[in-house]
């Protein structure tokens, strides 16, 4: 007998999870409103439900019945066994204040240092260390009064350099900071000698400032913000040797020899004319100046195609939505670190809030026929940024083209002013602002 409700229990990146009961014939956006609600927050922006499908993560269409995604189990399942979704980041950012909300910030976070332990990029060792140094700052704070402990020690040298290392091997484990490679190259005792002295040259550094700060370091990490598919290069492969990564400014193709991924290709959004797929075989089209051949690859099935090239359209969405946003946050942070003030900002952060919320991809992913509202300012390469999304051989083509008109807001943001600066250096600034803003809206062309 069949029965009127089902269990579902969501994974958090931060090892929990979330159980709900939802009906038998409910949907995707039935289960992200039931996890919104425990979770306490009216957005997960960055996150997307996701299940498990031919060994890989793919998220779900939130208008499309969960049924569709477990088949025939759904039907004869029960209370008693919980079918499973997970919490995933759909959407990485390039700055951490994009995201509005400590709980989905702390989730986001969570998920970026399991990418980490799980890295293979063993070119990148230095990057390792100044992520452990944030992450052990924004969890433990200064380790200021570990210093002062030393000093206050009287016994002779070798006691104290003992008892130093004692403490440091105390306060954190090399397993949770770093890759198992890592470890296995360097070794714990030289992790555990090493981490703390550059996580002491954070001192002073809030823990919510060491949170932005690692956000924004590990978009430096080359196999961290981003979602990677396996597919073939030939139908007939046994296989999937490709790997086809999306991230917010485009897409990466790696080739996976023998456990080593190497790079062939990094498109950038403004470098790929056309997605396409039909059934299984999925292909990728750069523009004419790239002199590239169109790139053929196959993924397990048209199912899989459809939701790849969803999250590659959401992802192409997201990043035309906010980029005018993130340049802005840029040119502040620069501004702040040429000041040495890092309180300073220029920003309404309620009307910015609901700007971000309204551009959330997490809210409209299943709207592809609407027009995505644009909010960007202009620059001479994204001028011919426009990319083509078809589901199909059969459907329409979806594309997305910033407007200039839309960067009116921008020009309405308060100014908060700062201890430190005068309130005349703040509104100079602002009215700099609205004329760059103005002048490309009026112009059509960029001003830098």
Same mark, same amino acid.
């Given at each position: 007998?069949?029965t009127?409700?089902k269990?579902? %229990?969501?994974?958090?990146p931060n +090892?929990?999870?979330?159980?709900?009961?939802?009906?038998?014939?409910?949907r995707?956006?039935?289960?992200?409103n039931l996890?919104?609600?425990q979770?306490?927050v009216s957005?997960?922006?960055v996150?997307? @439900?996701?299940v498990?499908r031919d060994?890989?993560?793919?998220?779900?269409?939130?208008?499309r019945k969960l049924?569709k995604y477990?088949?025939?189990l759904?039907?004869?399942? =029960?209370l008693?066994?919980?079918?499973?979704l997970f919490l995933r980041?759909?959407?990485y950012?390039?700055?951490?204040?994009?995201i509005?909300?400590s709980?989905?910030?702390?989730l986001?976070?969570?998920? @970026?240092?399991?990418k980490?332990l799980?890295s293979?990029?063993h070119?990148?060792?230095?990057?390792?260390?100044?992520?452990?140094?944030?992450?052990l700052?924004?969890e433990?704070?200064?380790?200021?009064?570990r210093?002062?402990?030393?000093e206050?020690?009287?016994?002779?040298?070798d006691?104290?350099v003992?008892g130093?290392e004692?403490?440091?091997?105390?306060?954190?484990?090399p397993e949770?900071y770093?890759?198992?490679? @890592?470890?296995k190259r360097?070794g714990?005792d030289?992790l555990?000698?090493?981490?703390?002295?550059?996580h002491?040259?954070?001192r002073g550094?809030?823990?919510n400032?060491?949170?932005?700060?690692f956000i924004?370091?590990?978009?430096n990490?080359?196999?961290?913000?981003?979602?990677?598919?396996?597919?073939k290069?030939?139908?007939?492969?046994?296989?999937?040797c490709i790997?086809?990564?999306v991230?917010?400014?485009?897409?990466?193709?790696?080739q996976?020899?023998?456990?080593?991924?190497?790079?062939?290709?990094?498109?950038s959004?403004?470098?790929?004319?056309?997605?396409?797929?039909q059934?299984s075989?999925?292909?990728i089209?750069?523009v004419?100046s790239l %002199?590239l051949?169109k790139?053929v690859?196959?993924?397990?099935?048209?199912f899989?195609s459809?939701?790849?090239?969803?999250h590659?359209s959401?992802?192409?969405r @997201?990043?035309?939505?906010?980029r005018?946003?993130?340049r %802005?946050?840029?040119?502040?942070d620069?501004?702040?670190?040429?000041?040495?003030?890092?309180?300073?900002y220029?920003?309404?952060?309620?009307?910015l809030?609901h700007?971000?919320?309204?551009?959330?991809p997490?809210?409209?992913? =299943?709207?592809? =026929?609407?027009a995505?509202?644009i909010?960007?300012?202009?620059?001479?390469q994204?001028?011919?940024?426009?990319?083509e999304?078809?589901?199909?051989?059969d459907?329409?083509v979806? =594309?997305?083209?910033?407007?200039p008109?839309d960067?009116?807001?921008?020009?309405?943001?308060?100014?908060? +002013?700062p201890?430190?600066?005068?309130?005349?250096y703040?509104?100079?600034?602002a009215?700099?602002?609205?004329?760059?803003?103005?002048?490309r809206a009026?112009?059509g062309?960029?001003?830098?």
């Amino acid at each position: 007998m069949r029965t009127t409700q089902k269990r579902v %229990c969501v994974f958090l990146p931060n +090892e929990q999870n979330l159980d709900c009961a939802v009906r038998a014939t409910a949907r995707g956006r039935e289960v992200l409103n039931l996890v919104l609600r425990q979770l306490g927050v009216s957005d997960l922006q960055v996150f997307g @439900l996701a299940v498990l499908r031919d060994n890989e993560y793919l998220f779900l269409d939130m208008q499309r019945k969960l049924s569709k995604y477990f088949g025939n189990l759904w039907n004869r399942g =029960s209370l008693m066994v919980p079918f499973i979704l997970f919490l995933r980041v759909q959407h990485y950012v390039e700055s951490g204040r994009l995201i509005l909300s400590s709980t989905v910030q702390q989730l986001y976070l969570a998920e @970026l240092r399991r990418k980490v332990l799980r890295s293979e990029s063993h070119h990148q060792e230095v990057l390792f260390f100044q992520l452990a140094a944030c992450a052990l700052q924004a969890e433990v704070g200064d380790l200021e009064h570990r210093a002062d402990e030393d000093e206050d020690d009287d016994d002779d040298d070798d006691d104290e350099v003992e008892g130093k290392e004692k403490r440091h091997r105390q306060y954190f484990l090399p397993e949770d900071y770093f890759p198992p490679w @890592l470890i296995k190259r360097r070794g714990r005792d030289f992790l555990l000698q090493h981490g703390p002295a550059l996580h002491v040259e954070l001192r002073g550094v809030t823990r919510n400032q060491a949170v932005l700060q690692f956000i924004k370091e590990v978009s430096n990490l080359q196999d961290g913000p981003v979602t990677f598919y396996r597919m073939k290069q030939d139908k007939k492969e046994l296989r999937r040797c490709i790997l086809l990564g999306v991230t917010l400014k485009g897409v990466h193709i790696y080739q996976d020899l023998e456990g080593k991924l190497c790079l062939l290709y990094d498109f950038s959004w403004a470098d790929i004319d056309r997605l396409t797929f039909q059934g299984s075989r999925f292909e990728i089209a750069a523009v004419g100046s790239l %002199c590239l051949p169109k790139l053929v690859y196959y993924t397990p099935s048209a199912f899989h195609s459809e939701h790849v090239m969803r999250h590659l359209s959401d992802s192409h969405r @997201l990043h035309i939505n906010t980029r005018g946003v993130v340049r %802005c946050i840029q040119q502040m942070d620069d501004m702040q670190a040429s000041h040495s003030y890092r309180e300073a900002y220029i920003c309404d952060t309620t009307r910015l809030a609901h700007r971000l919320r309204s551009n959330s991809p997490t809210s409209s992913v =299943s709207d592809w =026929s609407a027009a995505p509202e644009i909010v960007t300012a202009r620059s001479r390469q994204e001028e011919d940024e426009v990319t083509e999304f078809e589901l199909c051989v059969d459907e329409p083509v979806e =594309s997305f083209v910033d407007n200039p008109a839309d960067l009116a807001w921008l020009t309405e943001l308060s100014v908060d +002013e700062p201890v430190g600066l005068p309130s005349s250096y703040w509104a100079a600034v602002a009215v700099e602002m609205k004329q760059v803003v103005q002048g490309r809206a009026d112009e059509g062309v960029p001003v830098d």
